[in-house]
Every structure is written in C-alpha cells, then in structure tokens.
C-alpha cells in the first residue's frame, strides 16, 4: 500500500524536541531581509518540515525531489517529519504557552481550521509571502483565504484540489450522479460504501458535501443550525454502509485500503488525480472512475506556513519559495508522484512552462475539467469543522 499512516512512537520521538537549540533570528530582522540576504543566510542549514506522512507518493516528492534540489541548489539539508497537522498545533500552543521562543519545526504543512486555530492563537511567524519571489505566479483566488479563512500573508497556497469519488467500474455499472441516486445505491449495494470519521479531514468533508446537497442556503450560512437533514440522510445511509455503520475507517489511508481490497467499491478525496499513481502500481482496481457528484466538489486550497518560534527562517523561506516554483510545481501536477493541483496561475508563466502544464497526461480515473462545470463549491464556514466533529458521533455514529 502507498498509503501508509506513520507509527505515533516515531512522532512521539520527534515531539520530544531535539535538546538545546540556538536562538532563531528576530523576525524583524528575516522579514525586513532581501530575499538576496535570506537566500545567504540560509545556506548550509537543516530545515525542519513538519507534514502529514500517510501517503507514499507525497513522502516521494518531497523525499526524492525536493531534498536533492535544496541541497544542490541552496546547500540546504531538509528533514521530512511526518505528524498529524493537528498536533502540530497542539505543540505549538504548548510551546507558546511556555514561552518557548526557539522551537523545532521550520515549515508547516497546514489549511482549514489547522490555519484558523494558529492563526488565532499567535502561532505563526508572520507576513512570510511579502518576501518570496514566487508568490508572483501564484493565482490570487487560491491565496486570498483558506476555507474562509483571510490568509493575510501569513501562508502561502502550495496547491489546489477538487473533491472527488473514485470507484471501480467492474463492480458499479451504473454509478450515482447525485446525493438521492447514491442513497439508493448504498441500500441496493449493502457493506459496499462507507466514508472516514468525521476526525478525518476528508470525512469531515464528505459530511460537508452532504450539507451542500441536503440543506438550504440559509441553513449553509448559519454554523449555529441544526442540520437536521444532513444527519437524517447520513442515518438513512447508516445500516446499509461496511460493517453497518457500527464502525467506520479513522483515516482516509484505510478507506483507500478497503478500497485497494475490494471491500467497498467507492473511495474518495481531495485531489482529482488522487487514484492515478495507484492505478498504476496496482494497488486500486484497474477500472478505477472518478464520480462528481451533481451537488458539486468543495475546492480545497492547501498551505505552507512557519511557525512563531521556527529555528531557521531563513531555510523556511527559501524552502517555500523552492515549492512554489513552476518547476517544482510540476514535477507535484505530474502523477509519477503526487498529481497535485498547481496554486500557479498558469498565464503568468512563459509559454514553455504553460505547454509543459498542459502537455501532463491525464488517465482515465482522473475527472475532465468540464466535468467540474457549474460543480465547484466554495469551503463552508470553518465553524463547522468542529460542529460536524461535535454533533456526529451523537446524531450519527452513536
């Protein structure tokens, strides 16, 4: 499987810090820098970044692509450190609260209400983008929030993603196209489909779908309402689902599992070009199909950020701005590792670098652009991140 979920001993070991460790740069100094005097300053220097490690082919680009090209072009040693954003966070509150004014992480991989909890703690270093010179390719509309989110400099869009259903073509014939013809499936196909818990961030978001389909636009702009309809069709779905709804996959690693086996028939995600590299290697069915459902697919803008007390800055900067390079940024569209969408707009770059875009392949489980026409939805409130988290397990998975 190339989804792998990280032990927590080795994340324990790595929250455990790394001893004494030399004051940072004031940030006063590192942002008022050129990008000249920070691309100086950060030769010869490790760099921590800290991200989710459940998916092989991104554990790859970093590992395969992104480390070498540090090192040779900017004499930079960079560690991958795989942790749940969440306790990233977590880490950071602890570390803010004990006045721990040089930590050990440098680069954060983060969006949604991750974003809004540090942004809204103090837990970032500050207006990062106003010094990175890539920040000029990227499409403002990406950048301007994170799931409602103002971003106010403060991260810098690594890249963009549709949510999207896979399923195999062998065992569904005729798929579901909306959220009614999906309920009558699931009944007519019992143990077939299930989602992740509403912890996971794809769950939540299947939860979120479900709202947009179900529910009024006034409801939808109120946090504070019941939703009783979201939760009565989830109820309706409940007995029908893998194992009867009695337990559900913690993380969208073991729904892609269940998938790979055959035990369910549908798996989904962010990222349209989720299932291509697993196609290929084998793990997902050949006959693998992307679904967008008539309800629409959430757009999904995701960041790189620096924490308060980074070690290294500098390194933090010159890392960021390496991933927000059109090369960088197509070597992640480019399904050999990642398939990642790019947070590029792609008319600001040369005509070479928009050709090399748009001659990347695309393979059959990957949706056609026409086929997010008049689908592509806007990130709810992030309010309701933690309502779903709150209300699901009483009102659904009781």
Known sequence: MRKQIIGIAAAGLVL??????????????????????????????????????????????????????????????????????????????AEKKAGKETGVIDVIWINGDNFRNAKKDG?????????????????????????????DELEAAWGKVQYTFHYDQASVANPPKDLKTLKSWVKQNPGK???????????????????????SKETLQDPKADFKKTWAYLNELKPYLWKEGKTYPKTLAQLDQLYAKGDVSFTMGFNERRAEQEVKTGTFPKQTRPLILEEGSIASTHFLTIPFNAPNPNGALVTINQLLSAEAQLKKFDATYWGDGTSLDLSKLNQQEQAAFADVPAAASTPKPADFNGKVRAELDPELFDLIRKDWPERVAR
């Open 193 to 215: 489909f299930t989602y992740p818990e509403v912890t996971d961030f794809t769950g939540n978001a299947f939860v979120r779908h479900v709202m947009y389909g179900v529910e």
């Open 123 to 151: 837990l970032l270093y500050g207006e990062i983008t106003k010094v990175l010179p890539n920040m000029k390719y990227v499409d403002p509309q990406a950048q301007g929030s994170d799931s409602g989110t103002p971003t």
């Open 16 to 93: 455990a810090g790394c001893g004494n460790t030399p004051a940072a740069p004031t940030q006063n100094k590192v942002l008022g820098s050129s990008y000249t005097t920070i691309e100086k300053e950060a030769a010869d220097t490790t760099v921590r970044m800290y991200m989710w490690g459940g998916d092989d082919g991104i554990n790859a680009y970093i590992d395969e692509y992104l480390t070498p090209r540090l090192k040779k072009e900017h004499q930079i040693t960079l560690e991958r450190v795989p942790i749940e954003t969440a306790d990233i966070i977590q880490k950071l509150r």
